[in-house]
């Protein structure tokens, strides 16, 4: 009997470890730059005595699909998008360098250039970008940064890191959405990397079939919990029976 719960055990919580996981990548569904978190199982054989078709469930990865986003030309001066499979350097909220696609940029109170959701976007040497005040900003596809000021002449103020992920320098996906370097270290700044202008990448999760996987989730959590609770009806029909005797 024990061992019809801890099977069906392990699949309800691979159902609701899956459902979580779909639950944050719709809820991202309109999050500029965001690619959704995907995850695999396995099935682990049960050695010992009983059916050999007993199987565990257990995770074997976590990683990202890198598809990229719809585009959307919005033709202000300070959104961009990272081409092939460059990114942006960010700083994030733990104070290490990370990366992101998300290009909508804007200058704070702090005359400092951040992304959308107010992370620091960092130049090619890893510093913050400063801003002069009422200055009007530009991006180039290289990444360069003008700034304009009232009856002065544009003035370059720095460029963007972009850092291109390769399969012998992957980027990972952290808790907190952003992307790393396997080492934690920082990445080589990539001056060939480029942007295209006036445009954003949205997100890469399709609402319609993410929707349908969690249905697929949520049937399977319910299978097996239903397993669960036939392992307790058994249990104490069992026990029943043991005890007329």
């Known amino acids: 009997m024990d ?3 801890y099977t069906s055990m392990t699949g309800a919580a691979a159902a609701a470890d899956r459902q979580a996981v779909l639950a944050n990548n719709l809820a991202n569904v309109s999050t500029n730059g965001f690619r959704q978190e995907l995850q695999a199982y396995r099935a682990v054989p049960i050695n010992g005595d009983g059916s050999s078709t007993r199987v565990f469930a257990l995770e074997t990865a976590s990683t990202h699909d890198n598809t990229p986003g719809t585009i959307t030309f919005t033709d202000r001066n ?29 200058v704070n109170a702090n005359g400092t250039l951040v992304n959308s959701v107010g992370l620091q976007v960092l ?5 913050p970008i400063d801003v002069p005040q009422n200055a009007q900003v530009s991006l180039g596809v290289d990444g360069t940064i003008t ?5 002065q002449p544009i003035n370059t103020i720095g460029r963007l890191k972009l850092v291109t992920a390769t399969a012998d320098e992957p980027l990972r996906r ?5 992307f790393r370097t396997t080492t934690g270290d920082p990445a080589q700044n990539d001056a060939n990397a480029r942007v295209q202008t006036g ?22 959590f319910e299978q097996n ?5 036939t392992a307790e009806t058994d249990d104490k029909s069992a026990s029943q029976l043991l005890s007329m005797n």
Not at 81 to 103: H, I, K
Not at 123 to 127: I, L, P, T
């Open 147 to 151: 700034a304009k000021v009232d009856g």
């Open 199 to 220: 445009a954003l990448e949205g997100s890469n999760v399709n609402a319609v079939s993410t929707m349908v996987s969690m249905i697929e989730a949520a049937r399977q």
């Open 3 to 5: 061992r019809l719960i």
């Open 174 to 178: 952290s808790a907190d959405g952003l």
């Open 123 to 127: 130049s090619a040497d890893g510093a």
């Open 225 to 229: 919990t239903r397993l669960l609770q």
């Open 78 to 106: 300070l959104d961009a998008m990272p081409q092939g499979n460059a990114f942006f350097a960010v700083q994030g909220l733990d104070g290490t360098e990370a990366y992101s696609r998300n290009g909508g940029f804007q």
